[in-house]
């Protein structure tokens, strides 16, 4: 199986919150990080947390995470159509520095007024 | 600051032929990664440069060779192209030393198009 997985869509009406989950592999990743795209573009980072942590919160990003099922999730408060994009979820492991990432393979996120 | 800058932006190529594809890092940046970003997939890692040797490379043959030059900038270079090579490709940034990838810029990407 895959790396990281997670689910491929998400719907949601505007000013709901918006939970998109993610799963992943390996039990040595340090980091774990949430990625965004939007059409045409690259990736922008988002949000990430250290392993060591259970949650974090930026502003209406919420990151949960469950070591124990290497389950992560990204909740997004107050969801806006501008935040109509694809999501991806990447963990990486302190490979002597590097940090590559590896990605899920993203979900679409769509926001409907 | 531009920020991670690649060039082209759109790029069409026939089968068989040869394509290079150039990337700008952030400035202060000193390490590039290349990934290979197929439609509807998130990106596969290709390769990383830093101090003009390649660093760490990822499950792709060796059609895809790189070079980084003494200003940082990167340069993928694809032979023989097949379809299955159409894709996004991203570069990103970072400056070696600092943790994780939480300091990486991407580029917009250049979209490769094999016909």
């Known amino acids: 199986g895959e790396d990281v997985e997670q689910s491929l869509f998400l719907s949601v009406r505007e000013g709901d919150s918006s939970v998109i989950n993610c799963t992943y592999t390996?039990?040595?990743?340090?980091?774990l990080y949430w990625y965004k795209q939007e059409p045409g573009a690259g990736l922008q980072l988002l949000t990430y947390?250290?392993?060591?942590?259970d949650m974090k919160q930026d502003q209406r990003l919420t990151v949960l995470l469950n070591k124990k099922d290497k389950h992560l999730s990204l909740r997004i408060a107050d969801t806006q159509t501008g935040d109509s994009a694809i999501y991806f979820c990447?963990?990486?492991?302190?490979?002597?520095?590097?940090?590559?990432?590896?990605f899920g393979r993203g979900t679409s996120l769509i926001v409907h007024p | 600051d531009a920020g991670v800058t690649q060039s082209p932006t759109h790029l069409i190529k026939t089968r068989g032929q040869q394509v290079t594809l150039r990337c700008s890092p952030k400035s202060g940046h000193d390490t590039v990664s290349w990934y290979q970003q197929a439609l509807g997939q998130g990106p596969q890692f290709i390769f990383q440069?830093?101090?003009?040797?390649?660093?760490q490379r990822g499950n792709f043959p060796d059609r895809f060779s790189g070079h980084q030059f003494p200003n940082y900038s990167s340069e993928l270079n694809v032979n023989a192209l097949l379809l299955g090579d159409s894709a996004l490709y991203l570069c990103a940034s970072r400056r070696r030393g600092t943790s994780g990838n939480t300091e990486a810029f991407f580029g917009q990407g250049t979209r490769l198009t094999v016909v």
């Open positions: 440069y830093y101090e003009e040797e390649e660093r």
């Open positions: 990447a963990e990486s492991p302190p490979s002597g520095g590097s940090y590559i990432p590896t």
């Open positions: 390996d039990s040595s990743s340090t980091y």
């Open positions: 947390i250290f392993s060591n942590m």
